[in-house]
């Protein structure tokens, strides 16, 4: 039965391993989307949205069954609430890939992004992709120290989010209302995105130690 459980609890693992991938493939395509006007790479993010989805629904009832019929406790039981939190950011990341794609595709053929805030958003997502990697890393092999560098990585995602907001308020803006909320929208979805990977680190420090860490999101 042990043996049985240990499998099944694999298979959940990787279930969100998968998941991690998942969102970080879209958002790096849904980035493209956004600053070279890729219309396909919009509409694959957006298609691929359900796979993620499915997915989560699969993690949620390999952890129902395991509930059911293990009543695992201690850190079996702390294995299973990590894994529907994470799976839970994690379903939440791809729909905020999803957000930038729709954004792109629906300023189309023209690029959502202007030339002024083409660094700030590349940058962001560099962010955003380095923290989709280190979920990976610490899904596929929990490290307490690997999950708590997130919180340095949100760090510089809040800074770039700010710099974006200098830009959009100043003086000489010149896009007018419509292209500010589009960037403005843009922004939080990045800044989202990281918070939840943060949230999902948590977690698995959560799921080593048995202590819950202090969340500024």
Known sequence: MRDEFRADLQIVSQLLVDMAEGVRAAMRQATRALLT??????????????????????????VCDLLARQAPVASDLR??????????????????????????????????????????????????????????????KPDADLAGELDRDDDAMDELHKNLFAVLLGDDWPYGVETAIDATLLGRFYE????????????????????????GN
């Open 192 to 215: 989202r995105f990281a918070d939840h990977a943060v949230n999902a680190g948590e977690h698995v420090i959560f799921l080593i130690t048995g202590e819950n860490t202090p969340s």
């Open 37 to 62: 006007a890729d219309r396909q790479a919009a509409e694959t993010v957006i298609e691929r949205d359900a796979e993620i989805d499915d997915l989560y629904r699969h993690v949620e009832e390999r």
């Open 79 to 140: 294995a299973m609430i990590t894994a529907l939190h994470v799976a839970a950011d994690l379903e939440r990341m791809g729909d905020l890939a999803d957000h930038v794609a729709k954004t792109a595709l629906r300023r189309h053929p023209s690029p959502a992004v202007p030339a002024e805030l083409r660094t700030v958003f590349t940058e962001m997502s560099e962010i955003a992709d380095r923290m989709a990697v280190k979920i990976g890393s610490v899904l596929a």
